[in-house]
């Protein structure tokens, strides 16, 4: 039934390109009416869109919403689609329009919430429905396997039954093939298009391709025409009608061909505004010919995060934290390393069956070949080929035949023969990389090949790099996040500067963030933690003093990395230091996991949390924190002014306007509360930002983050021509004695934007020490102090008297 469409959406009074975003986290107990209510405050903020996550029908509960179930439906839970429509309406009275977020890649594998999916489950490939999963119906024996039994089948038997045309397993349901009701139990499994099977065989047999390893959520096919038409329908709908103004797209990584897709997607929207959420790796590049706007901004976080760490200081903070915990080099000591052995468990483990998946087809071509090179090949040397010239990628995805030259040959290559005892299996490197380069063919199966490498290459950097080396290598953890390089991750503000020049050449309307609903550690916390960077033997004294004093961690990598978390959260809740700690050591997977859980080693970290980093100990921490509390507010208004004021679109996450201290999630999606009434009115505030200036940033006198993040979104609102496709970006550089510690830049000649980096380095050194920054011709207000100006050389001492950055606007005639 189509859902009643209450009135027409007003046309929008936002920039159909935003000049900011505001990420809202959706969920059962924050729905559209709740967002409804909250618009009045965000578009007080300066802010052009709400920026939604997934609205579309997921599965009862989700607190994500990126579980779809389905496409056609805007979810009941949030208020549906008259709920949707009224927040769009009462957001566009407010000047604002809507983003909203798109999942493409997958849906949850969950068959009583997904129709389409119990119709293939019911009909099998036959199914109209089959097209749309990514299902190897070749393998399995043609039934599709699920997950989802808690032992072998021969031990839950007991647990299955029919129900009608219904097969039940305690909270599952799975519908019965027509005819096959009345048979015995276990004919009864035999005659059906799946199985039903232990969750462990999910490593090794499953066939079906998943989002990353969770078998929960399984693979779409939107490089059909069919399924792309039948799963954007509602999004695009919304689009024409003007409930919606742009999109996020989640994971393109993940499609069969994210070129295609986008390219499909752009001509469905009308070039609508479109960031995808591209994880670009250390030096690796957006492709120039995807037809979106850029990424939803994690290479803008790692860059701006990088201008606020101290390279020298990381160095030795490095050295202490190998002394402090010794960990071997592959397991937390050097990066590389770790990474390396990551990559091999994860995909010996977690992506077993997305290997096996790659070995059956690259052996399947290699007997058909017409060319004799890659015949006679044994599937085993074709796996170990594939598995080590996969562990060696660099990027998180090859685009192109091109591009996957460029991670698959040279020393990659050079490598992964290395791993063959046998000399003439080692050509089996040879084969694969020729596989992947398209220099066997270019039929179908051949595309597949080439797709399915680049999809598993995906999920293997992903898993690998972000959900277990980022939890093995804990030097410094504002340095492990989305994106990031913990090798290497302090920046040389020329390297920044570069950076915003090219966004700015080549992507000016792109996301950037600092903070989102997947960040490991908020700006803010993030922020503190780069301090650690500028006093790297004072933090490890007190760490030897905590130790000494404190109850005994269960090793000392988790205990460097269990107070670096009390130290970035600040004053420290004992639930939840202890909630990110068990993830921590989960994703580790060095002493326990999520599949394979110690009890032992996981009650020794509660028990570690509760009398260490939450008990008396953890004040000799809280007592440093409060001691560099400046430096850490210098670092806070400096990551929301840059980050405001960059090339690109800025996305500010739910909250952190102010002060926002949050851990890995589920911590960083916790319902915001909001003002309910004007900030005009005097009733909002007051209680966030004192007058006097503290508050959300921490520290006495001056601006406040709030204050900061007002005047940065009103001047972007004001002048837009300062921040958009046609704007500037120009370095302005400081000169004298502390000229590194001030990093500067104009927007278009109108704005300016300076902020202090490494103000406790700069305090050991003395301070400014008559630095001035020379500012472009004409006379410059100071927004965050009303009534300063300043003109020509300023001195940087007097520009910062109050606040550790400064946003300065242009007035009067050049």
Not at 23 to 40: C, G, H, S, T
Not at 726 to 737: I, Q
Request: hydrophobic content about 40%.
């Amino acid at each position: 039934m189509t859902p009643e469409r209450p009135g027409p959406v007003p046309s929008p009074a936002a920039s159909p390109v935003p000049s900011a975003t505001y990420r809202l986290q959706l969920q059962p107990d924050f729905r559209f009416e709740a967002a409804a209510a909250a618009v009045p405050y965000l578009a007080s903020l300066g802010v052009s869109h709400l920026h939604l996550s997934p609205v579309l029908e997921a599965v009862p509960g989700s607190r994500h919403g990126y579980d779809v179930v389905d496409h056609a439906r805007v979810r009941a839970e949030l208020g549906g689609e008259e709920g949707l429509r009224a927040l769009a309406r009462t957001a566009r009275e407010h000047g604002l329009g809507l983003v909203v977020d798109i999942v493409p890649n997958h849906m949850a594998m969950s068959p009583r919430h997904n129709r389409a999916l119990w119709e293939v489950l019911r009909e099998g490939p036959e199914s109209p429905y089959a097209r749309w999963f990514d299902i190897d119906w070749r393998a399995g024996g043609g039934q599709v396997l699920l997950p989802v039994l808690g032992a072998p089948v021969g031990e839950v038997l007991d647990d299955l039954r029919a129900d009608g045309d219904v097969l039940r397993y305690h909270e599952h349901a799975f519908p019965l093939r027509d005819g096959t009701a009345d048979l015995p139990l276990p004919q009864l499994l035999d005659a059906q298009w799946y199985r039903p099977v232990w969750w462990r065989l999910a490593r090794t047999e499953l066939n079906y391709r998943r989002f990353f390893s969770i078998s929960e959520l399984i693979g779409l096919r939107v490089e059909d025409p069919e399924v792309f038409e039948a799963t954007h329908a509602t999004v695009l709908r919304l689009l024409r009608e003007g409930v919606v103004d742009g999109l996020r797209v989640d994971h393109p990584d993940g499609l069969a061909d994210p070129g295609a897709y986008l390219a499909r997607l752009h001509e469905a929207t009308g070039g609508r505004w479109t960031v995808v959420e591209k994880i670009l790796a250390d030096g690796e590049r957006l492709p120039a010919a995807w037809p979106v706007a850029g990424t939803t901004g994690y290479d803008a976080l790692r860059h701006v995060d990088g201008l606020f760490t101290d390279p020298a200081g990381y160095g030795e903070l490095l050295g202490r934290y190998r002394a402090f915990a010794a960990p071997q080099p592959d397991r937390g000591g050097d990066w590389a390393a770790t990474v390396r052995r990551a990559a091999y468990r994860v995909l010996t483990h977690e992506l077993a069956t997305e290997l096996d998946r790659l070995t059956r087809l690259a052996h399947r071509l290699c007997a058909a070949s017409p060319q004799p090179a890659p015949r006679d090949r044994a599937p085993w040397a074709l796996g170990t080929a594939l598995r080590e010239l996969l562990v060696r990628l660099e990027v998180y995805r090859p685009y192109t035949a091109a591009g996957a030259g460029e991670v698959v040959t040279g020393e990659a290559a050079a490598e992964a023969r290395l791993a063959f005892t046998v000399p003439e299996e080692a050509g089996a490197v040879d084969v694969v990389r020729d596989l992947v380069l398209g220099r066997y063919g270019d039929g179908p199966d051949h595309e597949e090949f080439r797709a399915r490498f680049a999809q598993t290459a995906s999920a293997l950097r992903a898993k690998s790099v972000e959900d277990t080396a980022f939890y093995r290598y804990v030097p410094l953890l504002s340095a492990t996040e989305v994106g990031g390089n913990p090798g290497g991750p302090a920046l040389d503000p020329e390297v920044f500067h570069a950076y915003c020049a090219r966004v700015q050449r080549d992507w000016p309307a792109t996301g950037t963030v600092v903070s989102t609903h997947d960040t490991k550690r908020s700006a803010d916390v993030r922020a503190a933690l780069a301090v650690l960077t500028e006093c790297p033997a004072r933090w490890a004294d007190v760490l030897t003093e905590v130790t000494r004093a404190g109850e005994g961690a269960p090793d000392p990598q988790l205990a460097w990395a269990a107070w670096q978390t009390v130290f970035g959260l600040g004053p420290a809740d004992g639930g939840r230091v202890r909630d990110a700690l068990l993830k921590h050591v989960r994703e580790a997977g060095l002493h326990t996991g999520w599949t394979e859980r110690v009890a032992s080693y996981e009650e020794a970290v509660e028990a570690f949390v509760a009398a260490g980093p939450c008990g008396a100990p953890g004040e000799r921490v809280a007592e440093l924190r409060k001691a560099v509390e400046p430096h850490v507010r210098a670092n806070v208004l400096g990551t929301a002014l840059v980050h405001l004021t960059m090339p690109g679109v800025p996305d500010l996450y739910q909250g952190t306007e102010h002060e926002y201290l949050a851990l890995v999630d589920p911590d960083n999606r916790r319902p915001v509360d909001f003002p309910t009434a004007h900030p005009a009115t005097g009733s909002d505030g007051e209680s966030r930002e004192h007058a006097d200036g503290t508050g959300s940033a921490g520290g006495a006198g001056g601006a406040g983050k709030t204050v900061v993040t007002r005047a940065a979104l009103a001047l972007r609102a004001r002048r837009p021509g300062a921040f958009g496709g046609a704007a500037t970006y120009e370095p302005v550089r400081a000169e004298g004695p502390a000229a590194e510690h001030c990093v500067a830049f104009a927007r278009s000649g109108d704005v300016v934007t300076a902020v202090t980096r490494l103000s406790l380095r700069l305090a050991r050194e003395g301070g400014w020490r008559g630095t001035t920054l020379p500012l472009p011709p004409g006379r410059w207000a100071d927004t965050l102090a009303p009534g300063r100006e300043f003109t020509g050389h300023a001195r940087v001492e007097e520009l910062f008297a109050d606040t550790p950055v400064a946003l300065l606007e242009r007035v009067g005639d050049q």
